[in-house]
C-alpha cells in the first residue's frame, strides 16, 4: 500500500456514506470494499460544501491507504473528513473512520486527495497509437469471469479490449446510475483501472490496485448512459508496481477525462495471482 503521512489536524467532520446498491458488487477477498472512485467522488462533494472556492475538476497528489470493507448488513458507514489547508492555496481532504480497541479508539485512513483553488485546464497529450496491430484481445465476458471478478454493475469494459506491451486500448459504458453533480460518472475511470489490472496481470505478472495518481482532470463530465474510447499506455514497470497514463475520450476523440501517474500495487502480497493462461497469450 502507499507509504502516507498523517494529515496536519486542521479541521474534521463527521460524514455517514450511504452504501449504494451497487456498492455490493465491488469486492476483494470475499470482502466488499468502497471503489477508489466512490472515494474521490465522497471527498469532492464534502470539499464543495465546505470549500467551494476549490476546483473540484482536478484532483492532485490521490493516495488510497487502505480498503473501506463495506459490511454484510451496512447501509450507512460512519465516517470522518479530515481537512488540512495549505499556504499553497491547496486543501488536503482525507476520508477516515473510527475503530475503537478496548479502552480506546483510534481513526484508519482510506484515502485522500488534494484540490487547488487554481483551475487547471491543460492535460498531457493524449496517446496517439491506437493499437491497431494488437498482439491480442480479451473479451470483456472473460475478463469479468478469471481476470477481475467483480458483480454486474461493475463490468463496465464493454466488447474486446486489445493489448500489447505498449498500451491498452477499449471501450467502457457508463451504467445508468444516479450520480452527484460533481465530476461525472465514476464507472469509465473505474472501468479503465480494470483495463490497466488486466495490462498489469499479463504484462506485469501480478494483479494491481491501484493506490494512488500525481493528476486528474474531469475536461467534461462523463455522462451515465454513454460509451467511451480508453487508452492506457504504461509508464514504469516494477516488480510489485506499475504506473500508467489513462485518458477516456468520446467516439469523435474529444477528451473527457486524463488521470496522470497511476500507480498500482500487488496489495494481496503475492495471494492473489494472474491465471497461467494470460501469460501464454
Known sequence: MADLSPLAENFRQDVEIVVQPWFRDHYFAGKVILPAVETML?????????????????????????FLEIGLDDKRIAAVIEFSEQEDDKIIAGLLTRISQKNFSRLIEHGRVTFKRAEICSSSAIAQAKQAEPAFKISARKIYRELVPFGPAYQNIIDDLYLNEQGVQGWVKAPDYPV?????????????????????QRFGGFVPFPVGFSRRLVS??????????????????????????????????????????????????????????????
Open 180 to 200: 452527484p453533480d460533481i465530476a461525472g460518472s465514476p464507472f469509465p475511470l473505474d472501468a479503465a483501472l480494470h483495463a490497466a489490472c488486466v495490462w498489469g
Open 220 to 281: 467534461i463530465p462523463t455522462i451515465p448512459g454513454n460509451v467511451y474510447e480508453i487508452r492506457i499506455i504504461p509508464l514504469e514497470i516494477k516488480a510489485d508496481e506499475l504506473l500508467f497514463d489513462l485518458w477516456i475520450l468520446d467516439s469523435s476523440g474529444e477528451l473527457f477525462e486524463s488521470v496522470e501517474g497511476v500507480k498500482m500495487r500487488d496489495v494481496s502480497g503475492g495471494a492473489v495471482k494472474p491465471p497461467a493462461w494470460l501469460s501464454a497469450l
Open 42 to 66: 465522497i471527498l469532492a462533494g464534502e470539499v464543495k460544501k465546505n470549500r467551494p472556492e476549490y476546483h473540484l475538476a482536478t484532483m492532485f497528489e490521490a493516495r488510497f491507504a487502505k
